[in-house]
């Protein structure tokens, strides 16, 4: 169910160079109109999905590269992404600042939203001029430094070591998604795990619409079979299933997306089963060119 994720893992908002050696700083001995500057640019490209409230930036500020990437329907995208999953943001928090190779500093921000029961992560980085070079976010908060493109591993979890009421509720989540296809099903308590009712009505008028799309393509399926828990233990839990759908020759997956606390983030499907685990755009690239 494809509803406007940028990103499962890590989201990228505008490109920033990070080099894998960084010198952690003393925030208290960092300019006071640096930290109150970049404080401003963090907390509000998150916070105001009106291009009226962004923070303020030009060639004096941001480099032309960052000016390029920082559109305002780009921003309004991502900003809205995270207000409909997260909500408003309750607090943010300064936590750390690290000075990279090329002398860039990156601030690290420890952000507790409005609908989530864990910690974000935003940072934004400027160069050796003081100007911004790149804000992304991260769905999760660790002490531990992953560059834009890096999460932790994901590790196998033993299902036994989850409760049986979680893996029922899962399982039909996943199977009433494609199943059917009727209305009625996408009603009432089916949605009752999404993490908010703004969240859920977005769901509710994609839902559909995705299930007969993937009933025409792949046919109709029988029964699923729960096949591997993955996790990153900070803010991700993915359940593959195994699925035969009548059109198609090989075994397919659908594939739930749950944050750490078994909220549902996404489903989908992926048109092959393979046995190791691939990312999602990855997998569905394998799949399309297997199946072609």
């Given at each position: 169910?494809?509803?406007?994720?940028?990103?499962?893992?890590?989201?990228?908002?505008?490109?920033?160079?990070?080099?894998?050696?960084?010198?952690?700083?003393?925030?208290?001995?960092l300019d006071s109109k640096l930290r109150a500057s970049v404080y401003d640019m963090s907390y509000k490209s998150f916070?105001?999905?009106?291009?009226?409230?962004?923070?303020?930036?030009?060639?004096?500020?941001?480099?032309?590269?960052?000016?390029?990437?920082?559109?305002?329907?780009?921003?309004?995208?991502?900003?809205?992404?995270?207000?409909?999953?997260?909500?408003?943001?309750?607090?943010?928090?300064?936590?750390?600042?690290?000075?990279?190779?090329?002398?860039?500093?990156?601030?690290?921000?420890?952000?507790?939203?409005?609908?989530?029961?864990?910690?974000?992560?935003?940072?934004?980085?400027?160069?050796?001029?003081?100007?911004?070079?790149?804000?992304?976010?991260?769905?999760?908060?660790?002490?531990?430094?992953?560059?834009?493109?890096?999460?932790?591993?994901?590790?196998?979890?033993?299902?036994?070591?989850?409760?049986?009421?979680?893996?029922?509720?899962?399982?039909?989540?996943?199977?009433?998604?494609?199943?059917?296809?009727?209305?009625?099903?996408?009603?009432?308590?089916?949605?009752?795990?999404?993490?908010?009712?703004?969240?859920?009505?977005?769901?509710?008028?994609?839902?559909?619409?995705?299930?007969?799309?993937?009933?025409?393509?792949?046919?109709?399926?029988?029964?699923?079979?729960?096949?591997?828990?993955?996790?990153?233990?900070?803010?991700?839990?993915?359940?593959?299933?195994?699925?035969?759908?009548?059109?198609?020759?090989?075994?397919?997956?659908?594939?739930?997306?749950?944050?750490?606390?078994?909220?549902?983030m996404g489903l989908f499907v992926i048109n092959k089963w393979f046995d190791k685990y691939k990312p999602y755009e990855?997998?569905?690239?394998?799949?399309?060119?297997?199946?072609?």
């Amino acid at each position: 169910m494809k509803l406007g994720i940028l990103s499962i893992l890590s989201i990228l908002l505008f490109n920033q160079i990070i080099y894998s050696q960084n010198k952690k700083l003393n925030i208290d001995d960092l300019d006071s109109k640096l930290r109150a500057s970049v404080y401003d640019m963090s907390y509000k490209s998150f916070s105001f999905c009106d291009s009226s409230e962004y923070p303020d930036v030009n060639s004096k500020n941001s480099t032309d590269n960052f000016l390029k990437r920082f559109q305002p329907e780009y921003l309004k995208k991502g900003c809205e992404w995270y207000l409909s999953r997260f909500g408003t943001i309750e607090k943010i928090e300064l936590k750390a600042v690290l000075e990279s190779k090329n002398g860039n500093k990156i601030f690290r921000y420890k952000v507790k939203r409005e609908f989530s029961d864990f910690v974000n992560e935003i940072r934004t980085t400027v160069n050796k001029q003081g100007k911004f070079t790149g804000i992304i976010s991260k769905p999760y908060w660790s002490d531990k430094f992953y560059k834009w493109n890096e999460n932790p591993n994901l590790k196998e979890v033993d299902t036994a070591e989850i409760s049986k009421n979680i893996l029922k509720v899962n399982k039909e989540f996943a199977f009433n998604g494609y199943y059917k296809c009727e209305e009625s099903i996408f009603d009432g308590d089916y949605l009752k795990n999404i993490p908010n009712k703004k969240l859920a009505k977005i769901w509710k008028n994609h839902l559909k619409p995705e299930c007969d799309s993937i009933k025409k393509l792949n046919g109709n399926f029988n029964k699923i079979k729960l096949e591997q828990v993955l996790s990153d233990s900070l803010s991700t839990k993915i359940y593959r299933y195994k699925v035969k759908f009548n059109n198609l020759k090989t075994v397919s997956e659908i594939r739930l997306y749950n944050y750490i606390n078994n909220q549902h983030m996404g489903l989908f499907v992926i048109n092959k089963w393979f046995d190791k685990y691939k990312p999602y755009e990855k997998a569905v690239q394998d799949s399309k060119e297997e199946n072609d």
